[in-house]
């Protein structure tokens, strides 16, 4: 039987812009100058707080993504609050030449690129028994395959340019599994592994790869889950509450800045300790799991 249930109408998660601009950071604020980023998924989510972050330390940006609104708005925001434009492509990574083609864009306009930064992604709860083929695939696509779209094509412009780069993946928690996500969970440890195996054969070029792996973070992604099991992550950590966006954009600067010169091939679990103690349920718990008097 499937877990997909009726979602409750969306509700405001996490920061808004102006919150995005005035929170304070653990940077300076020239600590990305003269760097050029690109965010795939930088149009909502953590990407959209990634390129506000990464914009605010100075760099140049370049977002992509598939709604053209959505990425305007976020360009938009940029350029009213803090006075910078962006670039921004309406696209797919699922498809090799819209990526090809993105990533050529932006060495076309800035000449350089130094960090990508893979945020784009996506998933929804159901029994893994349920899934669809579609289903399956649309997630394995964009999530696995996706993201070694934009690496590869990312990696083939650097050795082409003789220039080193950094690339930070935004991932998932899969130590333990992700029980009612199983196609997300295939798909990002094969990113995580693919990017501990691409940090040693791209190592000769320069290249630094690295993850960063999410916990329950509040972004209006939540509005995919039931509300019930969406409010319940707040508790499914010992730290008994849900991260921000800025503790996900800090980490993907803290790889990419010069203070990540010496790590590649790492994953930096940023989950408030579950994968130590704690358990998500993004469609429910079943009864099967309920625990008597807890």
């Known amino acids: 039987m499937s877990i997909r249930l009726p979602l409750d109408p969306p509700k405001q998660w996490g920061m808004t812009d102006d919150d995005l601009v005035s929170c304070p ?12 980023c690109l965010v795939s998924g930088g149009g909502s989510g953590m ?3 990634i390129a506000y972050v990464l914009a605010r330390l100075g760099a140049e940006v370049a977002i992509c993504g598939r709604r053209a609104d959505k990425l305007a708005e976020t360009a938009a925001g940029i350029e ?29 306009r800035f000449e350089q690129v130094d960090v990508l930064v893979n945020s784009a992604g996506g998933q929804f709860p159901q029994a893994a028994i349920d899934f669809s083929v579609k289903g399956w695939n649309a997630v394995i696509d964009t999530n696995l395959n996706g993201t070694w779209h ?13 220039r080193s780069g950094s690339i930070v993946n935004i991932v998932a928690v899969v130590t333990r599994g992700m029980p009612q996500v199983a ?17 040693v054969e791209w190592a000769p070029l320069n290249i630094r790869v690295n993850c960063v792996a999410p916990g329950s ?54 989950d408030g300790g579950r994968q130590n103690w704690g358990e998500d349920w993004p469609g429910g718990i079943p009864d099967y799991f309920r625990v008597p008097g807890r």
Do not use: C
């Open 25 to 36: 950071l653990s940077f300076r604020d020239d600590a990305l100058a003269g760097q050029v």
């Open 47 to 49: 990407g959209r707080a």
């Open 80 to 108: 009213k609050r803090l006075g910078k434009k962006i670039m921004t492509r309406a696209m797919t990574i699922r498809e090799p030449e819209q990526v090809q083609a993105f990533i050529a864009a932006a060495w076309e």
């Open 150 to 162: 934009m690496m590869q094509g990312a990696a083939q412009q650097w050795r082409a340019h003789e």
């Open 183 to 199: 196609h997300t969970a295939a798909a990002r440890a094969g990113v995580i592994y693919l990017s501990k195996t691409l940090s």
């Open 217 to 270: 973070i509040a972004t209006e992604g939540l509005n995919v889950y039931p509300r019930q099991a969406a409010e319940d992550f707040a508790v499914s950590n010992p730290m008994k509450r849900m991260g921000d966006v800025m503790d996900i954009a800090q980490s993907v600067v803290y790889l990419s800045a010069p203070s990540g010169k010496f790590i590649t091939g790492e994953v930096l679990t940023v």
